[in-house]
């Protein structure tokens, strides 16, 4: 290729890419490079004319407060059963729909129909289904006879918290199942019949064939589950406030506290930095676990 018309594509190469990483970077970089200069000042909303720059104050400060190491644990916890369930679920229900019953057109519906609704109306909704006077899992628990009163689900710290998750869990399924189906109905159905002639049986051809090829998209359902899970707020905000006593006040409630209660924005850009890295860290740890080229190697 003549160097004159190599020297026109590039340039037009980069001046169609240019737009995209300027606007990806106004959404992106910008708003985490502001984060950090404002984790590093004193930004109070009630004193806007003095930010003093302060260094490391704030995530000192933040780090050493009791409601720090509390809402990690309860993000942990909530993390911990949320991500492997919603995975699993999902893997299962895309089976299901994978299937080709007759059923399988309103079975896609039915799964679908938690994505739809907005996660402030679902949070509404099971906090009804959970309410300690008049909710519909009371009445159903009452009626099995297998409860003598109505429980105050919501206000215990134990019970708040599977609440929350129970219902995280509904919400994020279908999105999963989604995900699952399409890896799915990728796969070769001449693999599954080879398979067979071999006389690999249903839990061979499982181990052997779905699970390795599916394998890329596990790797996406686990960063984004356990980035949801992290973030989640709406929900347990709707649902229970962050409490009873802070049982399920997770590092997002912790941090709006801190930015729209207290309305220390300092301290809340430096949990937002905190919580950034500790989201890198694990999707990092994610991909140096699941590469999948090695396994398809071994």
């Known amino acids: 290729m003549p160097p004159r018309r190599q020297y026109r594509e590039t340039r037009y190469a980069y001046a169609t890419v240019l737009p995209v990483v300027l606007i990806v970077a106004l959404f992106t970089l910008y708003p985490f490079a502001f984060a950090l200069l404002t984790s590093l000042r004193e930004v109070v909303l009630y004193r806007p004319w003095s930010q003093p720059f302060v260094g490391l104050k704030n995530y000192l400060d933040v780090v050493r407060s009791e409601f720090f190491v509390a809402s990690w644990q309860h993000t942990l916890t909530f993390v911990a059963w949320a991500v492997p369930l919603a995975t699993l679920l999902g893997f299962a229900v895309a089976h299901l729909l994978n299937a080709r019953t007759p059923l399988a057109p309103l079975l896609?519906?039915?799964?679908?129909?938690?994505?739809?609704?907005?996660?402030?109306?679902s949070g509404i909704i099971w906090a009804w289904i959970f309410n300690s006077s008049y909710g519909a899992f009371n009445g159903a628990l009452y009626s099995l006879g297998l409860i003598d009163s109505y429980l105050p689900?919501?206000?215990?710290?134990?019970?708040?918290?599977a609440c929350v998750l129970f219902a995280h869990i509904w919400k994020e399924v279908p999105l999963t199942s989604i995900l699952y189906l399409a890896a799915l109905q990728a796969i070769p159905e001449e693999l599954y019949d080879a398979a067979r002639v071999d006389g690999a049986g249903a839990l061979a051809a499982l181990r052997r064939i779905t699970v390795p090829l599916v394998l890329p998209t596990t790797l996406i359902v686990?960063?984004?589950e356990t980035m949801v899970g992290i973030v989640t707020f709406d929900l347990l905000y709707?649902?229970?406030?962050?409490g009873p006593a802070g049982a399920t006040s997770l590092?997002?409630?912790?941090?709006?506290?801190?930015?729209?209660?207290a309305f220390n924005f300092g301290q809340g850009a430096a949990l937002a930095v905190l919580l950034?890295?500790?989201?890198?860290a694990l999707i990092a740890l994610y991909l140096?676990?699941?590469?999948?080229e090695e396994i398809y190697a071994t």
Request: hydrophobic share 60%.
């Open 108 to 121: 896609n519906v039915v799964i679908l129909l938690p994505w739809a609704i907005p996660t402030v109306i």
């Open 153 to 161: 689900w919501l206000s215990r710290p134990r019970s708040a918290l």
């Open 222 to 224: 686990l960063v984004y």
């Open 238 to 242: 709707v649902m229970t406030g962050g």
């Open 251 to 261: 590092i997002s409630y912790y941090l709006y506290n801190s930015m729209f209660v």
């Open 276 to 280: 950034a890295l500790a989201l890198v």
């Open 288 to 292: 140096r676990l699941l590469r999948s």
